[in-house]
């Protein structure tokens, strides 16, 4: 039996963290127009942020075989990360600068496999509520060549001031 090995290599710079003076909206705008660098992880899992405005983030990612599980489909991780990447900065964008968030509860709901030729995964998120310390959103991970509906999620996420 012959083996083929496919290999998958990135890079990523440094990370900068939001500045206690920045709007939410501000800091994910200004990685959207190339001044700050992604986080790691969208190097690592092979997506980007496309679409920001008031309330919705928007993310987009590929396919491909090095996110498959053991079954050859891609695996719900990469659904869960792509969907709690989208509501973490659909709530990020309704935060004023000196606040920050984080993840307290992702719910997803997977409908359907993805495959390597799905190609493009679009997941569009929208803020339902953000208060002073708690925050709510909800989800949507649709193939873009086909429209079909892949995941659903929500998200409860804790809001605090920035550490200085």
């Avoid at 998958?8 to 500045?19: E, K």
């Avoid at 709530?91 to 390597?116: C, D, E, K, N, W």
Wanted: hydrophobic share 40%; proline share 7%.
């Amino acid at each position: 039996m012959t083996t083929t090995v496919s290999s998958r290599t990135h890079s990523w710079a440094p990370q900068t963290l939001p500045s206690p003076e920045m709007s939410g909206l501000d800091f994910l705008q200004a990685l959207l127009d190339g001044k700050i660098p992604p986080p790691p992880i969208a190097g690592t899992l092979g997506f980007t942020l496309v679409h920001v405005e008031p309330g919705v983030a928007v993310f987009e990612g590929e396919t491909g075989e090095h996110q498959y599980n053991p079954m050859g489909s891609i695996h719900g991780g990469y659904f869960a990360t792509l969907l709690d990447s989208a509501l973490g900065c659909a709530v990020m964008t309704r935060l004023p600068a000196g606040r920050a968030y984080t993840t307290t509860q992702l719910g997803v709901h997977m409908v359907r496999p993805a495959f390597s030729h799905t190609g493009t995964l679009r997941c569009e998120a929208t803020a339902m509520h953000v208060g002073r310390t708690v925050a709510t959103a909800e989800a949507r991970l649709t193939g873009v060549a086909d429209g079909k509906l892949y995941a659903h999620g929500t998200t409860t996420c804790a809001v605090f001031p920035i550490a200085q």
